[in-house]
């Protein structure tokens, strides 16, 4: 494809998307080139928009966005042994180096060299085509659809929440969020045996997909009172595994909160303040273990396995479907219509 033109829409500068041509890249002998099908819109994606920046991530130039991708591959760089041109393809988007002490101890997404797609200062994958290192992509089953393939990167997400939670089969959880990311937590808690899956939000029409995903009991904060839902849902005990995915601080302090003796918290929402108050009397008093969640890692065969054989669609968290024409408009639709929109996907090289 030497000399060959690609669309991408780019963030050139606040809120501001426009459709450019760039060349195709040309895969590096360790690398496939892939055409982009599927592409999910992730929060950190509108963040970039509305913001410029994620914490110490700060967007300096134009950006392509997009990191929830599944394509086809097109060629196969030379010293490329295990995938071939024409496999149906999930990517994981971030190239760490291999050499840190992070990633020689298989935490990999600690790694503090990561190329992370639509991360500053690295292009993302709204765009026809992107190379990806060997290693990173994984082919998917014949009947798994596009989609489905790039909602693995978020649904590894919730797998490795439920992994660092240690969560056991016939336990119980609460989830505090029901976004996109809540919700396939939500999803990979049932596939783990999860009994009791509770799910927390301010949105009536969110609690009611959350059932399609695993979700057993809801909590509407607009109109219930946590601690007594929580006591009739546990019967006084707490549940043995809290989960934040809303990045807000109040939902922080209410995983504390509805946890049990002994229980666990993972916390993955990143809240927009650094520092968030807790009730250290509570934490110390139900000896609580409280785990951080960055990304993933190890999670896309398990994650691929999983949902091959799923009986909960995590298609059903996909509200609106654009083209990449449409990109801006997505943005829009993502940020003035949150009632409405959970997952946002788009269609660089058409449906």
């Known amino acids: 494809m030497a000399n060959a033109t690609m669309d991408a829409a780019v963030l050139t500068e606040l809120q501001h998307i426009e459709l450019k041509k760039f060349g195709v890249p040309a895969p590096k002998d360790n690398e496939v080139l892939i055409r982009v099908r599927a592409v999910g819109l992730c929060g950190s994606d509108i963040h970039y928009y509305e ?3 994620i914490g110490g991530y700060v967007v300096e ?3 392509i966005l997009g990191h929830e991708v599944s394509g086809d591959i097109v060629a196969v760089g030379e010293k490329v042994q295990n995938l071939k041109e024409g496999q149906r393809v999930a990517i994981e988007p971030g190239a760490t180096c291999g050499e840190c002490e992070h990633c020689k101890a298989g935490r990999y997404n600690l790694c503090p060299d990561v190329e992370f797609l639509a991360t500053p ?10 190379a990806m290192r060997e290693d990173l992509v994984f082919p998917i089953p014949d009947g798994m659809s596009y989609e489905t393939a790039a909602l693995v990167e978020p649904f ?6 439920i992994t660092r939670g240690r969560l056991e089969a016939g336990e119980s959880v609460i989830i505090m969020g029901m976004g996109p990311i809540g919700m396939v937590t939500a999803a990979a808690a049932k596939m783990a045996g999860a009994r009791q899956i509770i799910g927390v939000d301010l949105e009536q ?3 009611n997909t959350a059932k399609e995903m695993g979700v057993t009991h809801t909590i509407n904060l607009r109109e219930d009172d946590l601690a007594q839902k929580l006591n009739e849902f546990t019967a006084g005990r707490g549940v043995d595994l809290a989960i934040e995915t809303a990045g807000s601080p109040k939902a922080v302090q209410g995983t504390i909160a509805s946890v049990r003796k002994g229980g666990r918290v993972a916390i993955v929402g990143m809240s927009p303040q650094d520092e ?5 009397a509570q934490i110390i008093d139900k000896e609580i273990d409280i785990m951080g969640v960055f990304r993933y890692h190890h999670t896309y065969p398990k994650a691929l396995e999983m949902l091959s054989k799923a009986e909960v669609n995590i298609e059903n968290i996909i509200t609106d479907k654009y083209t ?3 990109t801006a408009d997505a943005f829009e ?3 003035h219509d949150k009632t409405n929109t959970l997952k946002i996907m788009i269609y660089p090289s058409g449906e």
């Not at 200062?121 to 992107?130: I, K, L, R, S, T």
Request: charge should be positive; include cysteine.
């Open 276 to 280: 968030v108050p807790m009730n250290v």
């Open 333 to 335: 639709k993502a940020i």
């Open 61 to 63: 130039k134009p950006i």
């Open 156 to 161: 590894s997400v919730g797998v490795h929440a």
């Open 121 to 130: 200062p690295y292009d993302g994958a709204f765009c026809e085509y992107v």
């Open 324 to 326: 990449m024409e449409q």
């Open 51 to 53: 913001h410029g920046r």
């Open 205 to 207: 029409s969110r609690l």
